[in-house]
């Protein structure tokens, strides 16, 4: 079919069951391509080294007849000085598509997303936490971000110019995650060397926390447990009396249940087994053998990304026992009482504990703490130690090595026989 290729009579072409073409009477070469699902796309045809070749121009909605017209003029001015246009084409398609990735924003949107959420259990946290301090440099190419800008972060971060000061291992954090997408980059082949190689972290002072909790600080946690328990089943008691008088449905009672809810349970779990919060809030049931005396953390929820057993001593066994007594269906052992799904924080019932025991200066990561403390002092060796706190080296463990000075004697006392 032949047509001068106008605005209206492009526009009036019907779709048929079979792609055809409408050559243009003006110009040899120039065409219109009508699909079966009407898509009218201008084309040119011309001879490269002998060969015949189509070569597309743009979609009829994108750009007019007009447009197309003039694109085709130049094409073929290309084509006559030898031009190969269809390589150019590709060349130039090229271009842009690798453009998407040279920017930091562009790399990781269409790139380390994808990687970082399925490779890392921490993956969205990575993301939200480079995007809060380092979205000012998704526009900028990855081969321009400099050592010397990011040392001037890490030095207004430290003095807190843009807000609090942050501390030396929070800036380190941060810029460790921001030197990993430019370190994939290099080894994704998109970036030749990462231009943050040379930025070393700060140096950290020796400072790790031990902090556990003396004799007289247990007995007052255990204490406040206790207490919290009888007072929230005396103020249960009250609001069913309320509720009774009204009319109103009342609220289960609590009376002869071991625990009032999730709290007590989950601090006596952490201060027998050192687990994590994490790895206790995603704990499933059928990582728990009451037979064996043991529980198994996935590698999935461990930190080290590595499986552990870690055995059950009277008081977690006892606990979970009591606690699946009062289990309702869920395979989480801990399931949120709100959602029933895995529970993200304890925050509020844990300081309203802390407030109620008179402890100072306690976090819940404490507990594990606690856990290591008293096995190094009760003279478990350290590897143990490190085995069952899920350590990736030793040189984590190796805190809680003045908790255990026996040893140290003992060694030195072999000088004693020679």
Request: charged residues 30%.
């Amino acid at each position: 079919m032949k047509k001068r290729l106008t605005n209206t009579a492009v526009s009036s072409l019907k779709p048929e069951s079979r792609l055809y073409k409408v050559w243009d009477t003006e110009m040899a070469g120039f065409f219109l391509r009508v699909s079966p699902k009407d898509k009218k796309t201008f084309c040119i045809h011309y001879r490269y080294n002998g060969a015949g070749r189509d070569y597309t121009l743009g979609v009829y909605g994108n750009i007019t007849p007009t447009e197309a017209r003039n694109l085709a003029k130049s094409a073929f001015g290309d084509i006559a000085q030898g031009i190969d246009i269809q390589s150019r084409k590709k060349s130039r398609v090229q271009a842009q598509r690798q453009s998407k990735f040279e920017t930091l924003g562009g790399f990781i949107e269409h790139r380390y997303s994808d990687w970082v959420k399925t490779e890392r259990k921490s993956g969205n946290e990575t993301l939200e936490l480079i995007e809060r301090d380092f979205e000012y440099l998704y526009p900028r190419r990855m081969d321009e971000i400099s050592t010397f800008e990011l040392t001037k972060w890490r030095t207004e971060k430290l003095k807190g110019k843009h807000g609090r000061p942050l501390k030396k291992t929070t800036v380190n954090r941060r810029l460790a995650a921001l030197k990993a997408v430019l370190s994939k980059a290099v080894e994704w082949g998109l970036l030749e060397s990462n231009p943050l190689a040379r930025l070393k972290p700060l140096k950290l002072e020796d400072d790790k926390r031990v902090r556990f909790l003396s004799d007289d600080e247990e007995l007052r946690l255990r204490n406040a447990l206790r207490s919290r328990h009888e007072q929230t089943r005396v103020d249960r008691q009250s609001a069913n009396q309320w509720r009774k008088a009204r009319n109103y449905a009342e609220l289960p009672a609590l009376n002869n249940l071991n625990f009032v809810d999730y709290l007590e349970p989950i601090i006596l779990l952490a201060m027998n087994t050192g687990m994590r919060r994490g790895e206790i809030f995603q704990l499933n049931w059928q990582e728990v053998s009451f037979a064996d005396r043991q529980l198994t953390v996935r590698a999935s929820t461990a930190k080290d990304s590595k499986t552990r057993h870690i055995p059950l001593n009277d008081e977690a066994l006892g606990t979970l026992i009591k606690w699946s007594n009062q289990r309702e269906g869920s395979d989480l052992v801990f399931p949120s009482p709100v959602t029933g799904v895995v529970l993200n924080n304890i925050k509020k019932a844990w300081s309203q504990l802390i407030l109620r025991s008179a402890i100072q200066d306690l976090r819940f990561h404490d507990l594990r703490h606690h856990f290591a403390s008293k096995l190094a002092m009760a003279g478990v060796d350290l590897n143990t130690v490190r085995e069952l706190m899920g350590h990736a080296s030793l040189n984590m463990t190796l805190r809680y090595a003045h908790l255990a000075p026996e040893h140290k004697a003992a060694a030195v006392a072999v000088l004693n026989r020679i």
